[in-house]
């Protein structure tokens, strides 16, 4: 199975700082790449579907890059409530795993 | 509102069975893929299996095959997530989740439940 990696586990930013969260797959996936926020506490929500498009109602401060095994989310200003864990997924075949997240705090 | 419910807090002890629930409203349940992600306490996501309602036709992580089955009843719009055997392993929150296009297997989740806690222990 491919494996989806996220490196760091965690990072610490201010608020208006640039944040930029890669991923990575062990093979290539194209664009079948999915971003994920989850606050605390709460449910995931969906961010970016195929690597780089805006799911409705997404705030574009978010932004997403990247084809084949290398990708990225983008927060281009850090808002207070951007404070959460941030997840991967690919979906180009099944399972359709998750990376292991990372987690954003405010400096 | 397009919406999953999913059914409340769960205590079990090792050995039991259980079955949670997710139903959906506010759409045409049939036309969209279901799934089941667990969440074990502190860590992060993990992709059980999905499940197309129309004919339910199941595709399950080779980690989660063989131990917990997904099924549906489309007729009360409903998506099922059981255990024959808890494990206390099996502590976690389980979401279930809709993907966000109609037909499409291969695909984001955009509609997500509230989670349903299991706690196993003895």
């Known amino acids: 199975d491919i494996q989806m990696t996220q490196s760091p586990s965690s990072l610490s930013a201010s608020v208006g700082d640039r944040v930029t969260i890669p991923c990575q797959a062990s093979?290539?996936?194209?664009?079948?790449l999915n971003w994920y926020q989850q606050r605390p506490g709460k449910a995931p929500h969906l961010l970016i579907y195929?690597?780089?498009k805006l799911e409705t109602g997404v705030p574009s401060r978010f932004s997403g890059s990247g084809f084949g095994t290398d990708f990225t989310l983008t927060i281009s200003s850090l808002q207070p409530e951007d404070i959460a864990t941030y997840f991967c997924q690919k979906y180009d075949n099944f399972p359709q795993t998750f990376g292991g997240g990372t987690k954003v705090e405010i400096k | 509102e397009v919406q999953l419910v999913q059914s409340g807090v769960e205590v079990k002890k090792p050995g039991e069975s259980l079955k949670i629930s997710c139903r959906g409203s506010?759409?045409?349940?049939?036309?969209?893929?279901i799934g089941w992600v667990r969440q074990m306490p502190g860590k992060g996501l993990e992709w059980m299996g999905i499940i197309d309602p129309t004919d339910s036709d199941t595709r399950y992580s080779p980690s989660f095959q063989g131990h917990v089955t997904i099924s549906v009843d489309r007729f009360i719009n409903t998506a099922y997530l059981q255990w024959s055997t808890l494990k206390a392993s099996d502590t976690a929150t389980y979401y279930c989740a809709r993907h966000r296009t109609r037909k499409w297997n291969y695909d984001a989740f955009s509609i997500w439940g509230q989670g349903t806690v299991v706690t196993v222990s003895s």
């Open positions: 093979q290539d996936i194209g664009s079948y």
């Open positions: 506010g759409y045409n349940f049939s036309d969209y893929w």
């Open positions: 195929e690597a780089s």
